[in-house]
């Protein structure tokens, strides 16, 4: 895809205005350095050059190594917010290295008031957005759609993603070995990043050219550069406007076989037990690049006892609710299982996929219904690229769990890149029971994703599934247009599933339906406003529209909201929301209330809210929902506030109260739900969390207390505890549980 006119425009005012050199003071005082020239490839792309280092690079933030006085530099940064097109407020410059077993990135971050920069994280996996960072963004085959992205703080924190489809598909849990070291200095901060060419996928051949591209958030200042220009509406991942990495000419991924055995001792009671369990396992996963761009993993036993625990929300649906994956098994490369699109950038949550169908849902395997585990005996994925085709196969086998039967979960995905950024596919998935050529369930189809120009995308995709005894209905398809820009953001669409459709492997509320949606808003920014502390405006249109497959309506929401982004990154909004279900069968809102029975139903929902500056040392969010709620009325309020007592604390309190009052049947009830999180890291690498939740009304409490110490890279030490109370009239003995599990990563 060619970089847009405007962007280029962007960055040819950027040059212009930093046309006056300018000198700085390096890392470690002994020289300075004046702005470095634009430099560009062939096809206009922003371009570094990535140098040998002939000695040893030391990793500890100091950038006064051999190479980095002869490294090329890469600045010259652009604003994407608040101020798309403007030079950056700070400098940063950038310089790549290698050598035969490393990419080595530095970055000297200047800023003219040291005192304001943000720190308020140091764990894995931490928060960008609340504070300042740096990030770099690799896309490892040029194909200008996946990659891999590396971010860091003031404090050395390390986070990283693997994201595919430009950001389609964002895998947070994605973990890679590297090594960074960052140093605060008179006018800034410094990065020194190393990444093992293990840690990554790409093609050997000679004279390598990479997509890459760096950013740069300045909290204070809610401003968030690129060394490659992003318009705002997008992020990092827009990988189709990255610039290029070149010099790369002896990079060597290597073997990259790895070995992580783990050894997990437990003791157990269950609620209202009266012993505990005792039981010990093991086990191990394994990681090999078949080729520099497929790798093999396998799993034998796996267990995810140390998988931080599910959030639990008040439910007031019909629906299950839904809970994201976390298993690291299932996480890595599951961008390329992906069947469908994303939802446009709202600024406040990333784009999720529309949870009245999602194909592939890796939760329904090894988890109940109500997420107890299911013992997984071993399992195998296959995932990588060869020559311009994605392919996932993964397969995975449980154990006999009660009276549910072992099962054989396969799942095959392909797709073909075409041209610059559009692709097409096709899934196969299938349950099969063990010992029982009749208990089986498959599904599978194609899917096609086509980037236009004017930031036009059309996704759509056609599904069938077979089952024993069914022979009509089971399909499923859908088809949407995204628009995604600056000013505007539109996606319309509609989905069908047939009335005998099913997906053993997917996630998914009804069936025999069509689903018509809409979502739509401006982003209007006017200097009055901001001057008044007013950043963007957002009023917007979030529409569902359901019928059965005869035309008559079963369910609507129709949201109408508008939404004030302030300068600081907080945020408010104020919404109306006609609601319409059609229930087929009667359910329980509340326990220990009657059943809402059969019906149609129709209320108007108004809800306010009000977010704070996240980045500060105590924040405030809170959501005033009032007015219907099937047959009667609803008064919810969510609130929560969070201490930053320091980078090395944090702790989050929230309530939510719903109070209803139901008509039919006759009913009142109020639910108090409050969680408590905290967070302590004692170093980079030590971690104390916990999750309390309590519903007060019903007298239940669980707790989860979790320890992590990683003593090498990617080799972890845990100490989990568990505990779960019931107060009813028999005072039930709590659960309670204590699980350590220790891991060690092995590489040949």
Not at 491 to 520: C, E, P
């Amino acid at each position: 895809m060619r970089v847009p006119a405007a962007a280029l425009a962007v960055v040819l005012a950027a040059t212009s205005a930093s046309a006056v050199p300018v000198h700085s003071t390096s890392a470690s005082g002994s020289r300075t350095r004046p702005t470095p020239p634009v430099l560009r490839a062939r096809d206009g792309r922003l371009e570094i050059r990535a140098v040998r280092a002939t000695t040893p690079v030391v990793i500890d933030g100091v950038l006064d190594d051999p190479v980095w006085r002869t490294a090329p530099v890469a600045s010259h940064f652009v604003e994407s917010e608040p101020d798309e097109g403007r030079p950056a407020r700070e400098r940063t410059d950038v310089q790549v290295a290698f050598d035969a077993r490393n990419l080595y990135i530095a970055a000297y971050c200047h800023d003219t008031d040291p005192a304001g920069m943000v720190l308020n994280d140091v764990k894995r996996d931490f928060t960008p957005g609340d504070q300042d960072d740096f990030e770099v963004i690799l896309d490892t085959f040029a194909d200008r759609r996946n990659g891999f992205a590396f971010i860091t703080n003031e404090g050395g924190a390390k986070s990283d993603e693997q994201f595919s489809n430009e950001g389609r598909d964002i895998n947070t849990s994605w973990d890679a070995v590297w090594h960074v070291r960052t140093r605060r200095v008179a006018d800034g901060w410094t990065v020194e990043i190393a990444i093992p060419f293990h840690s990554l996928r790409f093609n050997r051949a000679r004279h390598e050219v990479w997509g890459v591209n760096f950013g740069r958030r300045i909290r204070r200042l809610n401003e968030l550069d690129f060394w490659a220009p992003i318009p705002r509406a997008y992020d990092l991942t827009r990988v189709s406007l990255a610039g290029d990495l070149v010099g790369l000419t002896t990079a060597d991924p290597g073997r990259d076989l790895k070995i992580t055995p783990y050894v997990l001792g437990s003791s157990v009671r269950t609620v209202g037990g009266t012993a505990f369990d005792g039981t010990a396992n093991a086990g191990f996963d394994l990681k090999y690049g078949v080729t520099p761009a497929l790798t093999l993993d396998a799993t034998v036993r796996p267990d995810f006892a140390q998988v931080e625990a599910d959030e639990q929300q008040v439910n007031l649906t019909q629906f299950s609710q839904f809970f994201p994956e976390k298993r690291p098994f299932f996480l890595e490369n599951a961008g390329l299982f992906y069947v469908g699109d994303a939802g446009v950038n709202n600024r406040i949550t990333a784009p999720t996929p529309d949870e009245d169908l999602m194909l592939f849902f890796s939760r329904r395997i090894g988890l109940s219904s109500t997420g107890a585990p299911i013992p997984i005996l071993g399992g195998a994925r296959l995932t990588g690229w060869t020559h311009g085709v994605g392919i996932g196969l993964m397969t995975a086998q449980t154990g006999r769990s009660g009276r549910t039967p072992g099962n054989n979960y396969t799942v095959l995905r392909v797709r073909r890149d075409l041209f610059r950024n559009s692709d097409v596919g096709a899934i196969f998935m299938m349950r099969q029971a063990s010992g029982s050529s009749q208990d089986f369930n498959r599904v599978y189809g194609v899917d096609a994703n086509l980037r236009f120009f004017g930031n036009l995308d059309w996704s759509s995709y056609a599904i069938r599934s077979a089952a024993p005894g069914q022979t009509r209905g089971q399909y499923a398809w859908r088809t949407s247009i995204t628009r995604d820009t600056d000013f505007d953001d539109i996606q319309t669409g509609v989905m069908a599933i047939g009335d005998h459709f099913r997906d053993d492997l997917g996630y998914y509320r009804r069936t025999s339906d069509r689903k018509f949606f809409l979502n739509a808003g401006i982003r209007p920014r006017l200097a009055s406003l901001q001057r008044h502390g007013i950043l963007e405006m957002h009023p917007h249109v979030t529409w569902s529209y359901y019928t059965d497959l005869s035309g008559r309506m079963v369910a609507r929401s129709l949201r109408t909201g508008y939404t004030f982004f302030f300068n600081n990154g907080g945020y408010t909004e104020v919404a109306f929301t006609p609601q319409f279900q059609a229930l087929a069968t009667p359910f329980t809102i509340h326990p220990g209330s009657p059943a809402i029975p059969a019906g149609r139903y129709g209320w108007d929902e108004y809800q306010a809210l009000l977010n704070s500056d996240p980045s500060r040392a105590l924040s405030f969010n809170v959501t005033v929902t009032t007015g219907g709620l099937w047959s009667g009325t609803q008064r919810t309020v969510s609130a929560g506030l969070t201490l930053r007592a320091s980078y090395h604390f944090m702790a989050s309190l929230s309530l939510q109260r719903t109070a209803a009052h139901l008509h039919l049947p006759e009913t009142q009830f109020v639910t108090d739900l409050w969680t408590l999180s905290t967070n302590y890291s004692f170093t980079r690498n030590m971690f104390l969390g916990s999750l309390i939740q309590y519903f007060q009304d019903l007298g239940q409490m669980n707790m989860n207390i979790r320890f992590n110490f990683i003593h090498h890279p990617l080799s972890n030490l845990y100490l989990v505890y568990n505990e779960e109370r019931v107060t009813t009239p028999e005072v039930l003995t709590p659960g309670r549980g204590l699980i350590l599990k220790f891991t060690q990563l092995m590489s040949f």
